[in-house]
């Protein structure tokens, strides 16, 4: 039987994934209501969201998940029976000049997340419940030329952010064995899509190569990563929340590896077509830089699990979704204007390779 929520609280709902996953979502499950905690951080913007204004099913709370009492009230108030948890500080870089902010969200937050949960859900309110924890395949460490990180792979993080998401996750696990609370873990590989902030690889290619920018690499361009598409992920959890065992771990990934030089070589092609350039003249941006502290060599899922038990597999091809991609960031323009002032110039000036934007 799979579990059919009624009411879901979704924290982080302003950012990439999570708006993505509450269009996904809201838009195959009507009736369902969708609360969107977001604190607004630089990584949270209301914008990602406009097309649901007026929608009767969503509604959005600014206030933070380290906020004990809001938490209560909207898990009481809404009669929530699952909590989808992408809220988190995300960006690796920010994480080495300042993992605080990292440890307060991502470990302490998603405690205070929890433990509210757990009275709710001890509470007797709503008939079921669940917990679902978003998190990264960057909990399993770092990977040789070979080799999957499967759910049984021993968490080894590196850098403060991914061992921020491992000590979130473990408290996750422990709110299962110790209380028997139904949670879920899902551990993804990189997503790329539309509404990514143009501080991660991809984005930052796009926005720079327009704006004839430098694209920085790090080190010597050989590390890898999987992509996956925001959409396809956005189904995966959908999937997991509904139809996952309580207790679950599952990995999501696209089975796509890319060494960054290869997605560097591969964006700045597309877009001398797009943009009318000669070919090889994005290309010629590509500057080597300082290589990021800790940097880990490559990443690589075995998300055979959750196909064998859930039938999930990736939707989009990755010629298809780089492209639609790249194509949505010359249509909206407007957005990427407008999360790239402020603070973001500011922070940037003096980041690993510098002068990203
Ligand atoms: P993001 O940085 O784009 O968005 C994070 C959101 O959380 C923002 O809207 C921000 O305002 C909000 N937030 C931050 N601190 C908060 C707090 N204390 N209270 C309430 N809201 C807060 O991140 P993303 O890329 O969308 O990632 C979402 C989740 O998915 C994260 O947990 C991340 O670890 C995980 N993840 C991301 C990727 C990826 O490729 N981006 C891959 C695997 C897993
Ligand atoms: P990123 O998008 O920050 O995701 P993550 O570190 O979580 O995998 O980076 C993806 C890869 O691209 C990673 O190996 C670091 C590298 N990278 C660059 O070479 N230059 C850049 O400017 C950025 C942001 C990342």
Redesign the pocket.
């Given at each position: 039987m799979p579990f059919l929520p009624t009411s879901i609280l979704v924290t982080g709902g302003a950012g990439f994934i999570g708006s993505n996953f509450i269009h996904s979502f809201i838009a195959g499950n009507p009736g369902c209501r969708v609360s969107n905690l977001d604190c607004l951080t630089y990584a949270g913007n209301l914008k990602n969201l406009t097309a649901l204004e007026g929608n009767p099913d969503y509604h959005f709370i600014k206030g933070d998940i380290g906020d004990a009492t809001l938490v209560g009230k909207v898990l009481a108030g809404q009669r929530v029976d699952a909590v989808v948890h992408f809220a988190a500080e995300s960006?690796?870089?920010r994480s080495i000049t300042g993992p605080e902010i990292f440890v307060r969200t991502n470990v302490l937050g998603t405690q205070i997340l929890l433990e509210e949960s757990r009275k709710h859900w001890l509470s007797g309110a709503v008939a079921d419940f669940r917990f679902l924890q978003i998190s990264?395949d960057?909990v399993y460490g770092s990977l040789g030329d070979t080799g999957y990180f499967t759910e049984e792979t021993p968490l080894a993080a590196n850098s403060p952010?991914s061992a921020s998401k491992a000590g979130a996750d473990l408290l996750v696990r422990a709110y299962h064995e110790t209380f028997g609370m139904p949670t879920l873990n899902t551990r993804c590989s990189?997503n790329y899509g539309p509404y990514h902030f143009p501080?991660?690889?991809?984005p930052?290619l796009i926005h720079n190569i327009i704006n004839k920018k430098p694209l920085?690499?790090?080190?010597d361009?050989l590390?890898i990563?999987d992509w996956l598409h925001v959409r396809d992920h956005a189904v995966a959890i959908e999937t997991v929340l509904k139809k996952a065992k309580p207790g679950s771990v599952y990995n999501i990934g696209g089975n796509n590896e890319w060494k960054?030089i290869d997605i560097v070589n591969l964006v700045c092609d597309l877009l001398d077509d797009r943009l009318g350039r000669a070919r090889g003249e994005n290309r010629s941006l590509t500057a080597f830089v300082k290589d990021?502290p800790g940097?880990?060599r490559r990443?690589a899922i075995d998300a055979s699990r959750l196909k064998a038990d859930l039938d999930w597999s990736p939707a989009y091809t990755f010629e298809q979704g780089i492209a639609e991609t790249i194509d949505w960031y010359l249509a909206n323009q407007e957005w990427v204007a407008e999360v790239t002032s402020g603070a973001y110039r500011e922070y940037y000036q003096g980041q690993?390779?510098g002068g990203?934007v």
């Open positions: 960006h690796v870089d990264t960057e952010y990189n501080e991660k690889l991809i930052l920085p690499v790090y080190g361009g590390n990563r960054n990021r940097h880990d990443y690993y390779g990203a």
